[in-house]
T-cell receptor, first 114, second 114 residues
């Protein structure tokens, strides 16, 4: 079975621009979560989508948003990019809500904001 | 609110020696606990998880962890380190409510000396 895929793997954007990252979960997985990883703040939860609905949300500003499509693929969007948004963005998928935490992570998208 | 503390951001061990990575958690409800490993330029891989069954949990690659409620700890061990164990290790907690929100510790980077 193919793992979680994230595109693009690397991205360079300019401050003030917006960006969209994509995540394709493992086939059959309905939950997709997003995390931000930075050297200073570590791994932080952004949000989780399950069956096209946002089920959990972390403490990030409204510039960070996401959505999930009917095929469980998910996108996250960051508007008005700031230098501090430079990070590795990780997507994780889970089979269903009952299997708490058994999440499978993708390789991440490394975003650099200049 | 839940939190995770990993003692020691860097650990250096000799090949063949015991690996011990410390994790303490704070949770208002019985937690689900996890250890993940991250190799350079990769996503996170689940090593093992505790979900209120046996307190000693065995994972992949020879790792195991013991849940101690009285000490609110979930330390990770491996009897004999291998060069391939060099990576960053993250302890994480989920309170098990609906959803897959993980709170991560700061991570411990393991260096294995020949």
């Amino acid at each position: 079975k193919a793992g979680v895929t994230q595109t693009p793997r690397y991205l360079i954007k300019t401050r003030g621009q917006q960006v969209t990252l994509s995540c394709s979960p493992i086939s059959g997985h309905r939950s997709v979560s997003w995390y931000q990883q930075t050297p200073g703040q570590g791994l932080q939860f952004l949000f989780e989508y399950f069956s096209e609905t946002q089920r959990n949300k972390g403490n990030f500003p409204g510039r960070f948003s996401g959505r999930q499509f009917s095929n469980s693929r998910s996108e996250m969007n960051v508007s008005t990019l700031e230098l501090g948004d430079s990070a590795l963005y990780l997507c994780a998928s889970s089979l269903e809500s009952s299997r708490v935490g058994e999440q499978y992570f993708g390789p991440g998208t490394r975003l650099t904001v200049t | 609110a839940q939190s995770v503390t990993q003692l020691g951001s860097h650990v250096s061990v000799s090949e063949g020696a015991l690996v011990l990575l410390r994790c303490n958690y704070s949770s208002s409800v019985p937690p689900y606990l996890f250890w993940y490993v991250q190799y350079p330029n990769q996503g996170l891989q689940l090593l093992l998880k505790y979900t209120s069954a046996a307190t000693l949990v065995k994972g992949i690659n020879g790792f195991e962890a013991e849940f101690k409620k009285s000490e609110t700890s979930f330390h990770l061990t491996k009897p004999s380190a291998h060069m391939s164990d060099a990576a960053e290790y993250f302890c994480a907690v989920s309170e098990g409510a609906a959803g897959n929100k993980l709170t991560f510790g700061g991570g411990t980077r393991v260096l294995v000396k020949p």
